[in-house]
């Protein structure tokens, strides 16, 4: 035979046993769907294991979004440009000028505001400890923070009555303070009350000016406590006589640039000091990071548990396969006394079992997207979804139906058409 002759007969039988598959896959198919039909209630009694796994994979994937979404807002309400400067430790030995020496200074602030390009602004911070009178004779001891006017913006605090002080007020060494919410009602009754209200700091009066609060409660863990007052640094540092400050606050202008303005702040303010001083920065780029990893470590924790209810569903889908076949015995000897092979018999079956899952898994996928869409729908909350989890949800449902139709299948492929033409 040419080989030309023998090489369209080759192709020619290729495309005959193509053809020949397809129509077989399609009649199964056919046979799968004619059987669910034959059987809707049992069929669709047998999906509710798959429609609840299903279902629960997507909302599980929706809420484990939501919370990584709350807990990152609420850090970034906080100041995610952020960066906070503090003196570590210095020589071991020395006088008391030298420890001094090594101590954060406003120069220091001013020189990394000029020399440090992406720095938005900055402010120093000065802790006091004083006694202040309020009215006739009421005293209280409470912790009193020198800051700039920047700091505001810089850690994202929010002055709901009144005022923050201004560069006018820092460069005229004006008294005036602001207070928490908590110390405004202890004091005067309301935030409100306080406004205007005179108290006297070392024996020096202040006017509150307004009051504030931070944008997310720290609860106690940052450097604003309960009862804190605020007053202008160019105040503060006369009650202290000296030019050093605890710590400095840099907000940068994008998140981006975090680590390396950190890295730049830190070779910079070094530089200013002695070799032995240790300074050190904290930003909220790395607990950013750790909290994304937990929230997607739990999100996945939480879906191989919501995968434990597509395994039920899948011996749900097994079960009653099995009890299928025992009931079908005398349709599959039919079907291999008229030429139908093991492999054919084995796929009709395994293929019953993955099309009564996939129908389960389409309608699990169904409600399991019409929570969080229908929220979006009818609300203003904007849900986070993935689309994503629709996929895992739908490739998770093939998969359990293929798994656990296999011993089914493999069963009535393995029955012997004689016997099975005797049964009744």
Request: aromatic residues 6%; glycine residues 8%; hydrophobic residues 45%.
């Amino acid at each position: 035979m040419p080989s030309a002759e023998k090489s369209r007969k080759i192709s020619f039988d290729l495309t005959l046993a193509s053809a020949k598959d397809t129509m077989l896959f399609s009649e199964i198919v056919k046979l799968a769907v004619d059987s669910f039909r034959a059987n809707k209630m049992r069929s669709l009694l047998t999906a509710l294991g798959m429609v609840i796994g299903s279902a629960s994979v997507i909302l599980v994937v929706t809420i484990g979004m939501t919370g990584k979404q709350y807990i990152l807002d609420q850090i970034q309400r906080i100041g995610t440009n952020l960066v906070e400067l503090d003196f570590t430790s210095g020589a071991t030995s020395g006088t008391e000028n030298d420890t001094l020496s090594e101590m954060l200074t406003r120069e220091d602030e001013l020189a990394v505001d000029a020399q440090v390009p992406s720095v938005l602004g900055s402010s120093p911070m000065l802790p006091m400890h004083n006694r202040i009178s309020i009215g006739s004779g009421m005293e209280k001891n409470t912790l009193v923070l020198g800051v700039s006017p920047q700091y505001v913006s810089v850690r994202n605090l929010i002055v709901p009555v009144g005022r923050f002080f201004d560069e006018t007020d820092e460069n005229t060494h004006a008294k005036c303070a602001l207070v928490t919410i908590p110390f405004a009602k202890l004091m005067f009754g309301s935030p409100e009350a306080a406004v205007g209200q005179g108290i006297s700091i070392s024996g020096i009066p202040f006017t509150i000016i307004g009051t504030f609060k931070e944008s997310v409660d720290t609860f106690g863990q940052s450097e604003i406590m309960d009862e804190t007052i605020l007053i202008p640094y160019s105040v503060a540092r006369y009650f202290t006589g000296t030019n050093t400050v605890k710590k400095i606050f840099f907000s940068i202008r994008n998140m981006e640039d975090v680590p390396l303005a950190s890295q730049q702040i830190v070779r910079l303010v070094s530089s200013r000091h002695r070799p032995t001083s240790v300074y050190t920065v904290f930003n909220m780029t790395e607990l950013l990071t750790t909290a994304a990893l937990i929230a997607n470590v739990l999100t996945v924790v939480l879906v191989l548990v919501a995968a434990v209810t597509l395994a039920v569903g899948g011996i749900g889908i097994m079960n009653i396969m099995l009890a299928t076949v025992r009931s079908r015995i005398q349709e599959i000897g039919i079907r291999k006394a008229m030429g139908a092979t093991s492999l054919e018999i084995k796929l009709q079956f395994l293929v019953e079992a993955i099309f009564i899952s996939l129908v389960g898994g389409v309608a699990g996928c169904l409600l399991g997207v019409s929570v969080p869409l229908g929220i979006r729908f009818f609300t203003d909350y904007k849900l986070p979804f993935s689309w994503l989890s629709v996929f895992v949800a739908l490739g998770t449902a093939v998969i359990v139906g293929a798994v656990f139709g296999t011993l089914p299948a493999t069963r009535a492929a393995h029955m012997d058409p004689v016997e099975s033409l005797k049964s009744e």
